[in-house]
């Protein structure tokens, strides 16, 4: 067995659709980033790559690469599928929480399991994403950005 920890920040801008998990999630703001910022998914791909003990996503898909703008993130999650393989592994579990004050994200959160499940090679059973907000403190609290942490166990 492998554990890894991932963790990840997006600012929340004017003009950029929210994407989480997959999920294309209708709100006034969207997630900035080079890709399409899915903040939950690069948390997530953090934790493997960690279990992986292969760096982390900006090594291996790093922000600064054209081929990277726009960046569908469940398609870069899809490539650690042969990563795991290569190792011996694949997904034991994966818990995420992702941390946003709005918009409300319950409704949401199944399709995210079936996306992430689909892009890694396993099944939804194994995947368990939560949502919080921070009682309006820090800056998910004033809406700047969404947070994510996730852990994952490779078997
Ligand atoms: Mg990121």
Redesign the pocket.
């Known amino acids: 067995m492998r554990i890894g920890h991932g963790y990840?920040v997006?600012r929340l801008v004017e003009g950029r659709r929210l994407i989480l998990g997959g999920v294309d999630i209708p709100h006034t703001t969207g997630l900035l980033?080079h890709s399409d910022?899915d903040?939950l998914t690069?948390a997530i791909m953090d934790a493997i790559l960690g279990a992986l003990g292969l760096g982390d996503?900006g090594r291996h898909f790093p922000d600064t690469d054209p081929a990277y703008a726009g960046a569908d993130s469940l398609g870069l999650a899809a490539r650690l599928v042969p990563m795991m393989a290569e190792a011996g592994l694949s997904v034991g579990n994966i818990d995420a929480t992702v941390i946003a004050q709005a918009p409300k994200l319950a409704p949401y959160l199944p399709q995210m399991k079936d996306n992430l499940a689909r892009a890694l090679g396993t099944t939804p059973d194994r995947i368990n994403i939560k949502a919080t907000t921070e009682e309006h403190l820090g800056f998910t609290g004033e809406k700047l950005g969404i947070a994510a942490h996730a852990v994952c166990l490779l078997i």
């Open positions: 990840d997006h980033g910022a903040v690069h996503i």
